[in-house]
């Protein structure tokens, strides 16, 4: 047993330690220079929320309601937000696509990024194995919500760096080709992005250092082989990056064939485009299983596969492309707020009640005679 003056001093040092650990264990820090990190969870939720709205056709309510919810989202991570709109002759429709815009300052001679994906829905799951399914809307979770999503969670995390400007293009109809009423773009394919390219003023052209398009890419087995048509320098960049990060079993070294997709009327006009878009053959067929089917359904949709990619792009555009310093310019200090593990503090917290425990136990024990 201790003497009364070996006791006080050991029992006022437990108790601070026991007070220090008691301090709330969630514990958040601001670190200027910590970098956001692109969340496939996160990525997901927006998919659900996407899902509530699907099918997305283009010139429906949906899509107007889809408007609503992704200019809620930017506008809250401070993007300028305008949609463009057209008329589509073929359907007699009122087609949009939603631009989304982001600089560090005013200057004109700044180069622009370009992220797109088409946001609407096939009208018809004309490939389903089933035909009585063909005259079925595709639900479009992976073929329009994964690319989406994934500008929707690239949109709260980028950093920028001051000679860059980033537009996150959502195109319309890219998605109903070979159904009646809807022809232009290429091939009845892709007529949002058509109409996007076509409305460029010759200076912003000018200013494209790339457009990235990003589409079918939540598939559980994603493979990403290098598209055809696509600028081979940017894929090159863009592949190392997610190899850098560990991701080449997803970023495969191979060159796939050439697809259709929002990308083309970037590359016609002269402007460098890649197109980001699983390949992968069943029965010679160059896309995933679901692909135009009513089974393109958010559980064949894998948080993972978005996450790849997602942060293969917030790397490639933060690291290499924008030559930003580990510093972002434009974050304040509360979304800067990170949360550090709590492990340590709780885990001395509870090594001290230990000793606390053993102490009186010795005590008590001490005390019994015998
Ligand atoms: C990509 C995703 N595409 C449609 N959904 C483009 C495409 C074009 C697909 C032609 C098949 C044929
Ligand atoms: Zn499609």
């Known amino acids: 047993m201790l003497s009364p003056s070996k006791q006080i001093p050991l029992i006022a040092l437990l108790t601070t330690v026991v007070l220090i650990g008691a301090i709330p264990c969630r514990e958040t820090a601001l670190i200027d220079s910590y970098p956001l990190e692109f969340?496939?969870?996160?990525?997901?939720?927006?998919?659900?929320?996407?899902?509530?709205?699907?099918?997305?056709?283009?010139?429906?309510?949906?899509?107007?309601?889809?408007?609503?919810?992704?200019?809620?989202?930017?506008?809250?991570?401070?993007?300028?937000?305008?949609?463009?709109?057209?008329?589509h002759q073929g359907t007699n429709q009122t087609l949009h696509n939603l631009i989304a815009k982001k600089h560090a300052s005013d200057s004109i001679s700044k180069e622009i990024l370009i992220l797109g994906a088409h946001y609407d829905t096939r009208l018809l799951a004309d490939r389903d194995p089933d035909p009585s399914n063909h005259q079925s809307p595709v639900p479009g979770a992976n073929d329009g919500g994964s690319g989406v999503v994934v500008l929707l969670e690239l949109a709260r995390v980028l950093d920028f760096s001051q000679d860059l400007e980033i537009w996150l293009v959502f195109f319309d109809a890219e998605d109903q080709g070979g159904i009646r009423g809807w022809d232009g773009g290429i091939q009845?394919?892709?007529?949002?992005?058509?109409?996007?390219?076509?409305?460029?003023?010759?200076?912003?052209?000018?200013?494209?250092?790339?457009?990235?398009?990003?589409?079918?890419?939540?598939?559980?087995?994603?493979?990403?082989?290098?598209?055809?048509?696509?600028?081979?320098?940017y894929v090159q960049e863009i592949w190392q990056a997610a190899a850098k990060l560990g991701y080449s079993d997803c970023f495969v070294d191979d060159i796939g064939s050439s697809i259709i997709d929002d990308h083309i009327p970037f590359l016609e006009a002269g402007i460098p485009a890649v197109d980001i878009i699983q390949q992968k053959s069943r029965d010679g067929y160059p896309f995933f299983q679901w692909h135009h089917t009513i089974n393109d359904t958010i559980e064949n949709v894998s948080s993972e596969s978005l996450e790849k990619v997602g942060r293969t792009l917030e790397y490639y555009i933060e690291h290499d492309l924008s030559h930003v310093s580990s510093i972002p310019t434009t974050q304040t200090a509360s979304e800067t707020e990170t949360q550090l593990p709590s492990f340590p503090r709780?885990?001395?917290?509870?090594l001290t009640l230990s000793v606390i425990m053993i102490y009186i136990f010795i005590q008590i024990k001490s005390k019994k005679p015998g």
């Open 39 to 87: 969340s496939g969870s996160n990525a997901f939720s927006y998919l659900e929320e996407y899902m509530e709205l699907s099918p997305i056709i283009p010139g429906s309510q949906a899509s107007l309601q889809f408007h609503a919810y992704v200019t809620h989202h930017l506008k809250k991570f401070s993007w300028e937000v305008e949609l463009q709109n057209w008329m």
């Open 346 to 350: 709780e885990s001395l917290t509870l």
């Open 188 to 233: 009845g394919w892709c007529i949002g992005s058509t109409y996007f390219v076509g409305q460029l003023s010759p200076l912003e052209q000018q200013r494209i250092l790339v457009a990235i398009i990003i589409d079918l890419v939540g598939d559980f087995n994603l493979i990403l082989k290098k598209e055809r048509n696509s600028d081979p320098t």
